[in-house]
């Protein structure tokens, strides 16, 4: 009995010790340089920082809304969760960039911690688990979202809470509590989760329906009553704001009118020939549907997976979102996995999340898209050290010093690729970066502030569109003063828009009434050449980003 | 036993309609490369000599400068002697080999899987998916060399592992005879089929060494039927193609690689990380993925239409779920030769990769048939592991299958010609056929080069006897090895038209000038001029 204890105590102090390291590498690589790397806030960093700020000092966001469950924003609806979350760390850094990426970066680290404990569950294997979440917080699509304030990480760290505490909750029933609640959270952080967290869930259901059958019925009622009760005002709100299921409208597969001209084409040469085969074949609805297989297969590109990326602010430049030597690991590991000893339910689980993650990018367009896709994490690094353990035993069969080659060998690569990644992320992210992180504002403004001109006119034609939100995040515009101006009216996709005696509107210098009291905050090409400029801002790799011109 | 035989002949049947059925017509004109051949197969079944007049030329065929492996032009000789110069003769050696090809993966699956119980089926299996294969249909379908290269490498593996077998030495000289044919016929060939001959001598090499006279033997004949190409390999010439398409001349990515070291303030690591060896390296893994994208395989195919007609890809959707099975079950099971499968399709992308232009559905061909016969194996295992409900998963499947094939077919008969016909450089054709025509009433016959390479199709159409051609032709070569041809007879071939009197133009619509007197137009098939004949 007392050796139990203690070999239970040894087992716990183990972990603990495992959990530790985890949280040092993954706190390391997310809070080193917070704020300066990425360079700036990109506008959607902004108007989350910004309405939090609005929040805690108003109770209403830029809109007026009182306590709302959704951002208006620039008319893309965002869900607000991630807003509330900002709101504590504003009391420790101010409203700032800091304050804007922290709950990110507490989540990140968070799921690092969860993965380990997650794949413990699962694998009952410590090394292993390890390995997994070692991977995970090393994993440059990992690092990459939760350095940022981007939402779908924490939806992505919701997710994995959810399915975590389900796992435990077959035991413990009132897990099942917080695993709704995770499930619920997530859809009020990130638009995808709408479409992922009820798929997962009830993968799990599916999968897990016998044991879930022997929890006590007063537990799963209260489950299911307090996930209804969570739900509602999100429902109610979709209910009564129609609009805010404009921006899923804007980028979903159906508004993509680009493929309708070839196929009327085609529509009108089979009516001229009588053939009614092609009725049904050359018909848009089936363009739908080869196109979202296309999109969703989009993801499975191993170009994009480990050398492309895709837009600059999803990845460090000239890397994909794995590390290269994963890869024949990665292949290796999902048939390892597959033919692993593991019951039939956790390798059912992993794969039918393996395969879910892709399904709500994939009826959008802008595809692949790694932060639609974001659950995808951490099934790769699951595979991976899969891959990796089988190959290390299939070593140990062979000979002892095959397998220490192959220990050095991938090591080697490991902490070359490792090496590579922090050279591109912190230091070259910033250079080749900086226009796509809308770098150079917190300069403008301050410069901006310290002329005291009684008009600013600044545009907002890409790429420094929005601009108006990072005019109110850098001056901490009263928020107030700012509601009381604008009366419900705010910035809208690359709409004009006021307050105070900031005007943003696009800039045409030829009609233009120039009074000296008016200074232009403007892109390069809206000024002519031989101008007075009282300021230019550069971009990181020295091109000129923002000029800044009285009006004479 | 008779069932199975009668289903092979089925299914080859089926290849053959499939590339037979309006061979001439659709696709709807020959490009330039295509009427090269016909052409120099006319010339050689004539007097023995190219068009521009090397005696039996086994290293190269001129052309336009692009040094084509010669044995597509040879293989055509025989069909143009019987069906004339025409579209249909041009391509029959693609289409006749490519059929031929279902049959030998016949063959070569038998051999790949020999020891299982199930081989026949999956031999099948892998034969009915090729016969139906979009990629393997459309290269079937016009003069591309590579179809043929393909079906030499399918040949010379099938031999080989039946020499393993049956150590007949007999069977091993015919396999070293495929290989190098295949080097003959295409470009890419070149490295795919030297490298699978290295795989597999590495799997037998206990075999070989056991029987070293006749392995002697063999290599010394293969070393003798490679001296012509050797000798044409380490000229200048041989390397002017490679340097037009590969990556490694994209001085932009060193640029880069400077920058990025200047950024880390010239460290010493930084010139480790950022060497320019492994840039290059990198940029190859990305042309060398690019043939494996989802999108090229199984949404839209390759990017030029005359490769994929853009509705598929170069698999069909409907392959995934069985690819995904028969790889597992390969890999899992460990049957026979069935590493050779996936390797087979790894080497096939390694000589397409140095080139910019990636995907590129012509000079991966090599990885046929093996998508196919993953294909077939995942099929057949499915319908084991689904004891009970075997005939109605057949049924569906197949079902779907049928489907998918309608789909391609559909689009590729109704639709195909009029979207891409330009691809295809139509127009040429009716317009030499006018100029012929009428080619007394005038002095000069002025075509222009805006469509490229209007001698050709001149030669081609008009049936200039190749004496004529070599003796009242001027032809122009460049530094770059680029051959121009700018008169014929009376046909001349200006890059810039110049106005004469008592001349027939035939120009593209832009370079008709407002006082000409327009004749005739000549459009492609959605209707858009491409063509236009007129005087001055």
Known sequence: MKSQISNLKSQITNILFLVVVLIVIAAGLRLWEVGQVPPSPDWDEAALGYNAYSLLHTGRDEYGQFLPVVLRSFDDYKPALYSYLIIPFLFLFGLSIQAVRMPSIFFGITTVVVVFLLAEHLFNNKKLSFLIALLLAISPWHIQFSRIGFESNVGLAFNIFGIFFFLKGLKKPYLLFLSVFSFCASIYVYQSEKVFSPLMLFMLIVIFHKQLFQVSKKHLITAILLGILFILPMGLYLITNPNALARAKGVSVFSDNSQIASTTLRIGVDMKNHDYLGYVVDNRRLVFVKDIAANYLSHYDLKWLFITGDVSRHHAPFMGLLYFWELPFLIAGIYYFIFSKYDKKTKLLILGWFLLAPLPASVTTGVPHAVRTLNFLPTWQIFIAFGLFGFYKFMEQKNKWLQYGFIACVSIAAIFNFAYFVDQYFVQQNYYNSLDWQYGYEQAVSYVSSLGAKEVVVTNQPPLDQSYIFFLFYLKYDPFLYQSQTKDVSGGFREDHVFGRYVFRPIEWNIEKKNSQTIYVGRPEDFPSNIHVLKTIFYLDGKPAIEIVRGE | ?536
């Open chain 2, 1 to 536: 036993m008779v069932k199975i035989k009668l289903l092979l002949v089925v299914i080859v049947l089926l290849a053959g309609l499939l590339r037979f059925w309006q061979l001439g017509a659709i696709p709807p004109s020959l490009t330039w490369d295509e009427v090269a051949w016909g052409y120099n197969a006319y010339s050689i079944g004539i007097d023995g000599r190219d068009e521009f007049g090397r005696y039996l030329p086994l290293d190269y065929l001129e052309s336009f400068g692009d040094y084509k492996p010669p044995v597509y032009a040879y293989l055509d000789v025989v069909p143009v002697k019987i069906f004339g110069l025409t579209e249909f003769a041009t391509r029959f050696p693609s289409a006749l080999l490519g059929t031929l090809t279902v049959l030998v993966t016949y063959f070569l699956v038998q051999r790949l899987f020999v020891q299982s119980t199930r081989k026949k089926w999956y031999s099948l299996a892998a034969a009915l998916f090729l016969a139906v294969s979009p990629w393997h249909i459309m290269l079937s379908r016009a003069a591309f060399e590579a179809n043929v290269a393909l079906f030499f490498i399918v040949c010379g593996g099938w031999l080989y592992l039946s020499f393993i077998e049956n150590k007949k030495v007999l069977l091993l000289l015919l396999s070293v005879l495929s290989f190098i044919v295949s080097v003959y016929t295409f470009n890419s060939a070149r490295v795919v089929a030297p490298l699978l001959v290295l795989v597999l001598i590495a799997s037998s090499w206990r075999m070989l060494w056991h029987m070293k006279k006749t392995t002697i033997f063999v290599f010394l004949f293969g070393i003798i039927l490679l001296l012509p190409f050797v000798h044409f390999f380490l000229s200048p010439q041989s390397k002017l193609r490679y340097n037009e398409v590969n990556i490694f001349s994209d001085v932009s990515l060193v640029k880069e690689a400077n920058q990025q070291i200047a950024n880390d303030k010239n460290a010493w690591w930084s010139k480790i990380l950022h060497n320019r060896r492994l840039v290059y390296s990198v940029a190859y893994m990305q042309h060398y993925f690019d043939n494996l994208s989802p999108s090229f395989l199984f949404i839209q195919g390759d990017g030029n239409p005359k490769f994929s007609t853009r509705d598929v890809g170069q698999l069909y959707l409907w392959d995934i779920p069985f690819l995904v099975i028969g790889l597992l079950f390969l890999a899992r099971k460990k049957i026979g030769y069935w590493w050779l499968v996936p390797v087979w399709i790894l080497l096939a992308i390694v000589p397409a990769a140095v080139a910019r232009e990636t995907p590129h559905a012509l000079r991966t061909e090599n990885m046929l048939p093996m998508w196919q016969v993953i294909a077939g194996v995942g099929f057949i295992e499915s319908i084991v592991f689904l004891k009970k409900y075997r005939k109605i998963f057949v049924g569906i499947s197949l079902v779907f299958l049928f489907l998918s094939v309608l789909y391609f077919q559909h689009g590729y008969y109704a639709h195909y010609s009029r979207e891409f016909s330009g691809e295809w450089q139509d127009g040429y054709k009716q317009a030499l056929l006018y100029a012929k025509q009428n080619e007394n009433s005038y002095q000069h016959i002025v075509i222009t080069s805006a469509l490229g390479r209007p001698y050709i199709y001149t030669l081609f159409y008009n049936k200039i006897a190749p004496r004529d051609f070599r003796s009242t032709s001027i032809v122009n070569r460049d530094a770059f090895g680029f051959v121009d041809v700018v008169r014929v007879g009376k046909y001349e071939f200006p890059t810039k038209i110049t106005e004469m009197k008592n001349t027939l133009y035939i120009a593209t619509p832009q370079e008709v000038p407002q006082h000409a007197q327009i004749l005739q137009t000549f459009p492609l098939v959605n209707g858009q001029p491409a063509l236009v004949a007129y005087t001055l």
